[in-house]
């Protein structure tokens, strides 16, 4: 059995030499919340050299808050901000001779459109000129899933495997201390349950019915190389690869 285990990179902390070697897609800052030209360039460059699918990871326009803030922003603004941020990251993809495979929003708009309707088409207004080609990573059972293949955009359903989540599959804030799983065991246990049982047990310690397609490990957090490393030695035992 294969797995596709994406990372957000570009974002500042250079782990990035560490980080593609133990994944299969990334999703990299293109200047929403992270990021600029030049770290663009080098992350697609070391993706190409690991076989590591490429795609962009645009957010709200809001470097000082990490993009994490969710922004009171008119939909004409947003969609402006979010075509600048791709285009940018498809001429980037082109000038490298890279294929662009995905798009996956960040931060607080990823949340907001699991939730918002209407913020979900405004978004999917903006990556338009993308849909016959690019996968789109979101959650399952989300606002964004739902309008995304109404309009014939090509669903790739995301879980995330170092976050904890609440019984609507809404994920856990980051203020709350129970948000990360940094335990590598942890986190070995949460994905082979969304794997093998299609669910994933919520900090209200039920089992919810959950589909994925792509498994996320947050390239931020401190946990994030040791997590990859410790699923790269068991993995494979379990008879289970991640998808170069």
């Known amino acids: 059995m294969e797995i596709d285990i994406n990372c957000d990179l570009g974002e500042g902390v250079g782990n990035e030499a560490l980080i593609l070697p133990l994944i299969s897609s990334c999703n990299i800052a293109c200047g929403g919340h992270a990021g600029n030209t030049a770290t663009m360039r080098k992350v697609i460059k070391l993706a190409q050299k690991n076989n590591v699918r490429i795609g962009a990871h645009p957010s709200y326009p ?10 009171n922003i ?8 979010i075509r600048e941020q791709v285009k940018n990251f498809a001429i980037l ?3 490298e001779k890279a294929l662009f495979h995905h798009i996956k929003p960040h931060g607080a708009l990823y949340n907001d459109i ?4 209407k913020l979900a088409r405004t978004f999917l207004t903006a990556i338009l000129p993308y849909k016959s080609y690019i996968k789109l990573y979101v959650p399952y059972n989300s606002a964004i899933a739902e309008e995304a293949k109404k309009q014939g955009f090509i669903v790739l359903y995301e879980v995330f495997l170092d976050r904890n ?11 709350e201390p129970n948000a990360l799983i940094e335990n590598p065991e942890e986190v070995l246990q949460h ?4 794997v ?3 669910q994933v047990k919520t900090v209200e ?7 994925a397609d792509t498994y996320c490990i947050h390239g931020d957090t401190s946990a994030a190389y040791k997590i990859l490393t410790y699923l790269h030695s068991e993995l494979p035992k379990l008879n289970i690869a991640i998808k170069k």
Do not use: A, W
Not at 165 to 175: A, E, F, G, I, N
């Open 114 to 117: 699991t939730k918002d309707k």
């Open 205 to 211: 310690n039920l089992l919810v019915s959950i589909v």
């Open 191 to 194: 994905l082979l349950n969304m």
């Open 93 to 95: 993809c082109n000038s």
């Open 165 to 175: 989540y609440h019984q609507d599959l809404s994920l856990v804030p980051r203020k």
């Open 74 to 81: 008119s939909s004409k603004d947003l969609i402006k901000s």
């Open 196 to 198: 093998k049982n299609k």
């Open 62 to 71: 809001d470097q000082e808050n990490f993009g994490r803030l969710s922004l």
